[in-house]
């Protein structure tokens, strides 16, 4: 809409405030964020692509998820006694392999 209305306009600016009318969103700048965005995703600007945001509003998103599924994991572990590769006796103590019977 911006580019159509562009050729009407004295300025880009303009045309962005006329297609803000138009659609009644809040002002001109709304659009012009919406129009650098598409000249990013179509590739005429650099910048991070709609695509690429939202990978990583996901990634971040799951990041946080796993810092909270790790921090109750280690609460947790306080009620459990430490695994290990040796016996553990009846009252969860590990227990140390018997010393070597042979003599010097």
Do not use: Y
Request: overall charge neutral; glycine content about 8%; proline content about 5%.
């Amino acid at each position: 809409m911006v580019a159509d209305l562009r050729s009407d306009t004295t300025s880009e600016w303009e045309a962005m405030g006329r297609v803000a009318d138009l659609l009644g969103v809040g002002t001109a700048e709304t659009v012009r964020k919406w129009v650098r965005q598409a000249e990013i995703d179509a590739g005429d600007q650099v910048g991070q692509t709609s695509e690429e945001s939202e990978v990583l509003r996901k990634l971040r998103r799951e990041n946080a998820e796993l810092k909270r599924a790790n921090a109750i994991l280690k609460a947790a572990s306080v009620f459990f006694p430490p695994s290990s590769t040796g016996p553990v006796s009846s009252r969860g103590v590990h227990q140390r392999p018997p010393a070597h019977a042979g003599g010097r």
